[in-house]
């Protein structure tokens, strides 16, 4: 009886270890299945940063290609409008031989050359023994573009009304076309004065209708109000704008 008890024990002892080792084995395989799937979980996540990169990394490439295709794009069609715009209107200006001049020609039509050539035009100009037309002439061209007169009879109405020379009396009062206050020269500052009141005294008052001595625009026009007793203002008027082109 107590040998049936001492086996019963025994084997209640194998069984007891059979399940402890089988519980062993089985959290060891638990352990190692959960480590496999902690490792299997950690490459795939890996993986998905490595794609997740890949992917940030060819969508910039893409954006900055993008970029590139629209900056070059914009250029081209930059370049093509550029090629294709209609240019503006270009000057187109007389050579100094090109210009005509008549007795009845509209006084407030410019010559039509550049001022480079009326420049050289006065540079050349034999009869300005005194220097004051070649010493002038970027200010008689802006003031004829500004008033709207043709510099070469403006430059004619000088030289009738104060000579080629300049008269000292007009030269002291830098008053080139004899204008008058009181029965006397109007005095100005300087040559670039009197000459832009020169020009928009022709201006206003002789050349735009409406102008208080408005009777036209050719030189006769102009002679009955600014020089109506005389006979022989516009041929004087005349042959010194003849000699400015000469």
């Known amino acids: 009886m107590k040998d049936s008890k001492s086996a019963l024990k025994i084997k209640q002892l194998i069984s007891v270890f059979l399940i402890i080792m089988t519980l062993g084995t089985y959290m060891g395989l638990f352990k190692t299945n959960e480590r496999q799937i902690q490792i299997s979980k950690f490459e795939t996540k890996k993986e998905i940063e490595k794609l997740e990169e890949q992917e940030t990394i060819e969508v910039a490439q893409e954006t900055i290609y993008e970029r590139e295709m629209k900056v070059t794009s914009r250029s081209e069609i930059n370049r093509d409008k550029k090629e294709n715009e209609i240019p ?20 407030s039509l410019r010559c039509g050359v550049s001022k480079e050539d009326f420049n050289k035009l006065m540079s050349n100009l034999r009869v300005d023994t005194s220097g004051f037309f070649k010493r002038n002439s970027n200010t008689i061209y802006e003031l004829c573009e500004k008033y709207e007169i043709n510099e070469i009879f403006f430059c004619g109405l000088i030289a009738a009304e104060s000579g080629w020379n300049i008269a000292s009396s007009h030269r002291n009062a830098n008053n080139y076309i004899s204008m008058m206050s009181k029965g006397k020269l109007i005095k ?41 007793n005389s006979n022989t203002w516009v041929g004087l008027v005349f042959g010194c704008m003849k000699q400015v082109i000469k």
Do not use: W
Not at 213 to 227: I, M
């Open 88 to 107: 503006q209107a270009v000057v187109k200006y007389k050579k100094i031989e090109e210009i005509t001049i008549s007795r009845d020609m509209d006084l």
């Open 188 to 228: 100005y500052s300087t040559e670039a004065e009197g000459l832009e009141a020169a020009a928009k005294l022709l201006h206003n008052r002789y050349l735009t209708k409406g102008g208080s001595c408005y009777s036209g625009k050719t030189l006769s026009a102009v002679q009955k109000r600014f020089c109506p």
